[in-house]
């Protein structure tokens, strides 16, 4: 893997070349061209999940590319292991100019996008593969994400089926530059397809995990609309935080998924509120006054 190459294969035939000399039955070559693929991933500490998920793409992608933004753990050795492209970047300036830059550094025709927690199934790994020998040009691929938290499969909550846009040709398209929710640029001249097979996705660790990362989105949100201009209110924080639960817990059918499902439709209202809040407090208080 590391560096991809032009994958080419030779084909011999009995059919007559059409330009030809001399004796117009020797068998002829003919080259054909095998489309690349990377996989591609944005990473910080994910010894815990690096090597299971690089075990999922292995011996069927061309390339790996791996852009990390500091890691203090063992995710460069587990790279290396499995001969990855491994960057560095420690130059944070959010999820979106990240992915740009991972992008960056992929030679391969075609690129698919990973998280360390994300494993890939099967009948997905063979819809992927399918996908790329068709070779179309002019499509950005996408396939169910489905998440485990907290000891079960989400199948509710607004979170199954979860489509994601993960696969396209290298040189289509790219990620938006947004702090957080980055999200693939799809022009009207470009078809979005899906794939058959699961994207199978271990999303929090535990209850502490949850709390740092849903912290973390909420703090980026919180930046990326005071950049904006925008501004918030604690009102706004309660009514957002009562429709997010009402609308995962009984119109997602959230309680179909059990103590889970109730958990996560009460963590997620925690987090809406938050994030507005944050916003409220970075827009609308003044700072100590020394």
Avoid at 6 to 31: A, D, L, Y
Avoid at 96 to 119: K, M, N
Avoid at 173 to 196: C, F
């Amino acid at each position: 893997m590391g560096m991809a190459k032009k994958c080419e294969w030779r084909e011999f035939t009995n059919t007559p070349s059409p330009i030809t000399t001399g004796n117009t039955n020797q068998p002829r070559t003919i080259i054909v061209t095998k489309p690349t693929l990377a996989v591609a991933l944005i990473v910080k500490n994910e010894s815990k999940h690096l090597r299971a998920c690089l075990e999922t793409v292995q011996g069927w992608v061309d390339e790996i590319v791996i852009l990390d933004s500091g890691s203090s753990d063992d995710t460069e050795s587990i790279a290396r292991e499995f001969n990855a492209n491994f960057q560095v970047n420690d130059n944070w300036q959010g999820f979106g100019p990240q992915r740009r830059l991972a992008q960056s550094h992929v030679q391969s025709d075609y690129l698919f996008w990973l998280d360390a927690d994300e494993r890939v199934t099967p009948e997905l790994k063979q819809s992927i593969l399918d996908a790329v020998k068709r070779q179309k040009p002019d499509t950005i691929f996408q396939f169910e994400r489905l998440s485990w938290v907290f000891g079960r499969f989400i199948k509710h909550c607004g979170w199954y089926p979860d489509r994601v846009l993960r696969l396209y040709p290298t040189k289509l398209t790219q990620y938006d530059d947004s702090l957080v929710h980055e999200k693939v640029q799809v022009a009207n001249d470009m078809k979005v397809a899906t794939l058959k097979g699961d994207l199978i996705h271990y999303t929090y660790d535990d209850m502490n995990h949850y709390l740092v990362k849903s912290a973390g989105y909420a703090k980026a949100w919180a930046e990326q609309r005071e950049k904006c201009g925008k501004t918030s209110s604690i009102s706004q924080g309660i009514v957002h935080a009562l429709a997010c639960f009402v609308k995962m817990y009984i119109v997602k059918a959230g309680f179909l998924d059990g103590k889970q499902g109730f958990l996560l439709s009460l963590l997620s209202a925690h987090s809406t509120f938050v994030k507005y809040a944050d916003l409220w407090i970075r827009t609308s208080t003044e700072p100590p006054k020394d």
